[in-house]
């Protein structure tokens, strides 16, 4: 199985911060890996598909990207309905895993 | 638009069975892979289960390979989970989500339906 190795587990800043998220496959996938967004008591919300590609209807202030074999996340300027917990998932092989998470929390 | 609403949950024992249906709307049921995740309280989140459109290929997750198993009714537009034997680390929100086409990366998702198993 590939493990999915996200940080931080938590980060804290303030509307108007950039915030960056990584995420470390345990083998190559490719571009194949996708960021969710979820508010709590409710479902994920895809943000980012195959590294880099926006959903649509995404802000433009989220936007992946790729080095190597690791992926960031990157959210420029926070708002504040930014304030969630986000997921990285790959989907180069199954089973489908996910990264432990990240949750972005008010300053 | 599309909608997934997932029902069935609900409280059981150690050991008993318990189905979970989702209702697909707003789109092309029958032409989309479609998936099972869950999320344990306080938790993240786990792929569990997936299905082909004609339901050829299936996937599980070790977790719950020989105890659950995924079907669908595309004329009735429903997904459906079958779990047997539960066991206390079932308990979980299990969700229902839609494949983008030709990806395995969900673009909708059900709200969830809670599933506590206890004695």
């Known amino acids: 199985d590939i493990q999915m190795t996200q940080s931080p587990s938590s980060v804290s800043a303030s509307v108007g911060d950039t915030v960056t998220i990584t995420c470390r496959p345990s083998?190559?996938?490719?571009?194949?890996l996708a960021w969710y967004q979820q508010k709590p008591g409710k479902a994920p919300s895809l943000l980012i598909y195959?590294?880099?590609n926006l959903q649509s209807g995404v802000p433009s202030r989220f936007s992946g990207s790729q080095s190597g074999t690791d992926f960031t996340l990157t959210i420029s300027s926070l708002q504040p309905e930014d304030f969630a917990t986000y997921y990285c998932?790959?989907?180069?092989?199954?089973?489908?895993?996910f990264g432990g998470g990240t949750k972005v929390e008010i300053k | 638009q599309v909608q997934l609403v997932e029902s069935g949950g609900g409280l059981v024992k150690p050991g008993e069975s318990l189905s979970l249906s989702c209702a697909a709307s707003?789109?092309?049921?029958?032409?989309?892979?479609m998936s099972w995740f869950r999320q344990a309280p306080g938790k993240g989140l786990e792929w569990i289960s997936y299905?082909?459109?004609?339901?050829?290929?299936?996937h599980y997750a070790d977790s719950v390979k020989g105890r659950f198993t995924i079907s669908r009714d595309n004329a009735q537009k429903l997904l459906s989970l079958h779990m047997n034997s539960l066991r206390a680390d079932d308990t979980a929100v299990y969700y229902c989500?839609?494949?983008?086409?030709?990806?395995?990366?969900?673009?909708?998702w059900g709200p969830g339906t809670l599933v506590t198993v206890s004695s």
């Open positions: 989500a839609k494949e983008i086409p030709s990806i395995s990366f969900f673009g909708s």
């Open positions: 707003g789109f092309t049921f029958s032409a989309y892979y």
């Open positions: 299905i082909s459109d004609t339901a050829h290929i299936v």
């Open positions: 083998q190559d996938i490719d571009s194949w």
């Open positions: 195959t590294a880099s």
């Open positions: 998932q790959q989907a180069k092989s199954f089973p489908l895993t």
